[in-house]
């Protein structure tokens, strides 16, 4: 598919001769006064298209379509909720190629990373229509005669989604379709980085959702942080705000909607470690930190940041990493044979040279990579040799997640130095080992093992499944998505208590006059 395919498939054509409306709210907003963004592909640095976004009013106008909707959605059945959710699943599937195309177009990760997304997308919706017919409380007894007891769960409201660049679509359906089935209706402000890909998300969505008369379930306002952001942000008719990003973004929702008594739902920035022990299959360690390294050009919230090596192995395994990072092909993100594509723009790669310097100037040692890298044909786009550098525990730098491909590697003597540097950063996200030892892993599986939300044995780092709650610990936001009982972040819990009898007893035997 070229790039006129993709945009036609899509409804996005108009994109290139004008600037596409990004703001529905429940209907398409002709004219949004928020300013224009242009759509950058940072394969090759073209202009996919302009964007209008949505300013004060257009912000409003979303709230009073998500809220007049979830006056009648929320008395939906869930089931019936979860019909259409199983609609907008086959309608992602219908265009999960175009869809797949477009992510890697605007946003740079590899097709097949792009097509990975919109599966994500198509699992989610399966997950949420199973969901919509098992959002469970549980029932207790009563301490008192003749009483019922129980729990029962009610949608929430309108909630906000606001989204990183890194995952364009996936993290607008991880919270939208779960809530959706919840009950709850929603606004989302997508990065203004990857505004197309938004309202691709919404075309393929809306004629499901108008159809049955529920458009205003799905509200999209494209704007910047100010003012939409700062502004849904402290919006106290939106009781969750879920926001993923950066912690510095997390630390900033955290304060605004704490400070309004408000729930929110933070996956920020992870900064993950992967352990090798000397009884390691290599070849599995060697292809877990390649893909959790290089996979999306390093910017995945799970990317692969930290290996730390016993010391028993390092030198050997290192000589095997380096020759394979000389061999990793890099260009094109829209080619086949591409394994590493662009990273999303000049100022990404500012900051990786930047972390380099420092690490450098910190007695880090460049192992290989380093530079920028030029790829025939697509001059015009940000590509960066994948980057190695040997570091020490100490290292201030590596207490920060640099959003590139660049990993640092790091020796160490024996599993509980092993675990303490990997929990020694601020971050919480992902963590893995490779060992064959059972006792090894279980203790790096345990209490006192690793301190994230995510922690794997003999698999990397990136690369979650859809079933489990996603998310981390510590500055990573301590957010959960996605699978097991995430969903009960979208909806507000009911204590019920039912008298049957005529008397009154007091709960604790409390007698009163
Ligand atoms: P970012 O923090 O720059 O922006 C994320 C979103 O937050 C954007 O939509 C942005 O406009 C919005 N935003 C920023 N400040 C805001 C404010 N004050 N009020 C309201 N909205 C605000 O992040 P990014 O560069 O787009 O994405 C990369 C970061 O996201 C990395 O740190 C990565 O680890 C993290 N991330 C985390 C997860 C996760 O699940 N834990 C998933 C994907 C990305």
Redesign the pocket.
């Given at each position: 598919m070229n790039t006129s395919d993709v945009l036609a498939s899509l409804g996005l054509s108009d994109a290139a001769s004008g600037p596409l409306s990004g703001v529905y709210a429940g209907k398409w907003i002709a004219t949004p006064s928020g300013g224009r963004v242009t759509s950058h592909s940072p394969g090759d640095g073209a202009v996919l298209g302009e964007v209008a976004m949505g300013g004060a009013d257009e912000y409003e106008a979303c709230v009073a379509s998500a809220e007049e909707a979830f006056q009648r959605w929320r008395t939906v059945p869930a089931p019936q909720r979860g019909e259409l959710i199983r609609q907008c699943g086959d309608a992602l599937r219908e265009k999960k190629d175009a869809l797949g195309a477009l992510v890697t177009l605007e946003m740079g990760k590899i097709l097949p990373e792009g097509l990975g997304e919109v599966q994500e997308m198509i699992d989610i919706a399966d997950f949420s229509v199973g969901l919509s017919r098992q959002l469970y409380g549980l029932t207790m007894h009563s301490e008192r005669p003749g009483h019922r007891m129980y729990e029962q769960w009610h949608p929430l409201g309108v909630m906000g989604i606001?989204?990183?660049?890194?995952?364009p679509v996936a993290?607008w359906s991880w919270n939208a379709f779960i809530a959706a089935v919840c009950g709850d209706t929603m606004i989302w402000?997508?990065?203004?980085?990857t505004p197309l890909c938004a309202i691709a998300v919404q075309n393929i969505v809306n004629p499901i959702m108008e159809a049955a008369g529920f458009g205003g379930v799905f509200n999209l306002c494209t704007?910047?942080?100010n003012p939409?952001?700062?502004t849904?942000?402290a919006d106290r008719r939106l009781p969750l705000i879920s926001?993923?990003?950066?912690?510095?973004?997390?630390k900033?929702?955290g304060e605004?909607v704490g400070g309004r008594l408000g729930r929110s739902l933070l996956?920020?920035?992870?900064n993950n470690a992967l352990i090798i022990m000397p009884d390691a299959n290599m070849e599995l360690a060697l292809s877990g930190v390649l893909f959790g390294a290089c996979g999306t050009a390093g910017?995945?919230?799970?990317s692969t940041r930290r290996v730390i090596l016993h010391e028993d192995i390092a030198e050997e395994f290192t000589a095997r990493l380096l020759k394979a990072y000389k061999q990793i092909p890099i260009g094109n993100p829209m080619e086949s044979s591409t394994l590493v594509g662009p990273v999303?723009n000049e100022a990404a790669i500012d900051t990786m040279m930047a972390s380099i310097e420092t690490a450098k100037q910190q007695g880090g040692e460049l192992l290989c990579g380093g530079e920028r890298a030029s790829v025939a044909g697509s001059e015009g786009g940000f590509y960066m040799q994948p980057t190695v550098m040997k570091a020490t525990p100490d290292m201030d730098i590596l207490q920060h997640?640099t959003?590139a491909p660049l990993l640092y590697l790091i020796t160490v003597k024996d599993l509980d130095e092993a675990i303490a540097v990997q929990n020694g950063v601020t971050q919480g996200?992902s963590s893995a080992i490779f060992t064959t030892h059972m006792q090894q892993a279980e203790r790096f599986l345990s209490a006192a093992g690793s301190d994230c939300g995510i922690a794997n044995v003999n698999i990397g780092t990136s690369g979650a499944e859809i079933g489990g709650a996603?998310?981390?610990e510590k500055d990573?936001?301590g957010?959960r998505?996605a699978g097991s009982d995430s969903w009960k972040a979208y909806m507000r819990r009911q204590t019920c208590t039912l008298n049957y009898t005529d008397d009154l007893p007091l709960a604790q035997g409390i007698t009163f006059g």
């Open positions: 606001i989204s990183a660049f890194n995952f993290v402000k997508p990065s203004p980085i704007a910047d942080v939409v952001g700062e849904m942000i926001a993923t990003g950066s912690v510095r973004m997390g900033r929702v605004v996956e920020l920035g992870g910017q995945r919230c799970t999303i997640e959003f996200l996603f998310g981390g990573t936001g957010g998505e």
